[in-house]
């Protein structure tokens, strides 16, 4: 077992990598509403569907990303497109409305969305385009990071009909802080003590623990429930990378619609660069631990690990654990 922790500053990358750029994949974008009778209607999916998919026939891993706390699943359209692009079918459910469920419910929901996947994703794909469920990720932020990496430990109250390849936290948090946090309490403060048998990669911000001003109570994603501490309780092979420079809402689309989207730029503190290279750096790392992982090509992960200049957006620290 091997920790391999690099943040150079060289001004050239050593290495060029694509991933962090938009694939070659053409693709679309399908929305799929939840009709009011589809609790009579097996065929429909429980809750509304964001897809993204490649257009050219063939088959391709699937990547569900479960959204963050009262955000919506359209915000995250651009990195879902980045996703695509790069011959990956991207699934985003909106797994309640304006009334936030609590933690269990929202895995619950979460856990009804992936069975359905297994019999009704097909029918809402592009004619000849295939999901290939054998290569089948798990990835969620904020909020949405922590129900992803509850799902992928076994709480859902419902038996899960497809198994998770790889799992991705996108700056996972688990609550206020580490005496109030939302249920189910997966953290348990041990190192490597999740039951997890399959490749993780956190992804976190640097600015995501600091307050947005003194005027708020508390930062969006606080120390002791933040990607810290999912990453230092994962098993190898395992990853972290944190983009320094950004915050915790960084990656979503620039300027979200609605009140929703209003109060998403205003509620966390956020980075001074363009969200466009935030987007292409959490983009580009998914990406390159996808293929790492569900494609056996390890090439991207290695040149970002070995020099994180290659990314857009500042990493630091970058950490890398081998089976």
């Not at 695509?84 to 856990?111: C, F, K, M, N, R």
């Not at 309490?185 to 399959?198: A, D, G, K, R």
């Amino acid at each position: 077992m091997a920790l391999v922790e690099k943040s150079k500053s060289a001004a050239q990358p050593l290495v060029a990598t694509s991933v962090f750029d938009k694939g070659n994949f053409p693709f679309k974008c399908i929305t799929e509403e939840t009709p009011c009778s589809s609790c009579f209607d097996s065929s429909a999916p429980p809750k509304p569907l964001l897809i993204v998919t490649p257009t050219v026939t063939g088959t391709y891993p699937v990547i569900v990303l479960l959204h963050g706390f009262y955000l919506r699943n359209y915000f995250y359209q651009d990195i879902l497109q980045h996703i695509a692009s790069h011959g990956y079918i991207a699934v985003a459910p909106q797994l309640y409305g304006y009334v936030p469920s609590t933690g269990p419910e929202e895995i619950d929901s979460g856990a009804k969305v992936i069975n359905w996947l297994a019999k009704g994703l097909q029918s809402l794909l592009p004619e000849n385009v295939v999901p290939d469920f054998t290569k089948f990720a798990l990835s969620g932020h904020s909020r949405g990071g922590k129900a992803a990496f509850a799902l992928a430990l076994g709480h859902a109250k419902t038996a899960l009909s497809l198994k998770f390849s790889v799992l991705i936290g996108i700056d996972p948090v688990a609550g206020a802080n580490q005496h109030c946090r939302t249920r189910p309490h997966i953290l348990t403060y041990e190192p490597q003590s999740f039951n997890l048998s399959i490749p993780v990669t956190v992804i976190g911000t640097g600015l995501g623990p600091e307050k947005k001003n003194a005027c708020m109570s508390q930062p969006c994603a606080p120390n002791g429930v933040n990607h810290k501490e999912f990453f230092h309780e994962c098993k190898p092979p395992c990853a972290h990378f944190v983009v320094k420079d950004y915050g915790h809402m960084d990656m979503l689309d620039d300027d979200p619609p609605g009140l929703v989207g209003a109060l998403s730029g205003c509620m966390c503190k956020n980075g001074t660069g363009p969200k466009e290279h935030m987007r292409k750096t959490v983009g580009g790392i998914v990406v390159a631990f996808l293929k790492a992982y569900l494609n056996g090509e390890d090439e991207d992960l290695v040149a970002i690990v070995e020099d994180p200049a290659v990314s857009p957006a500042k990493l630091e620290p970058v950490e890398f654990i081998r089976a």
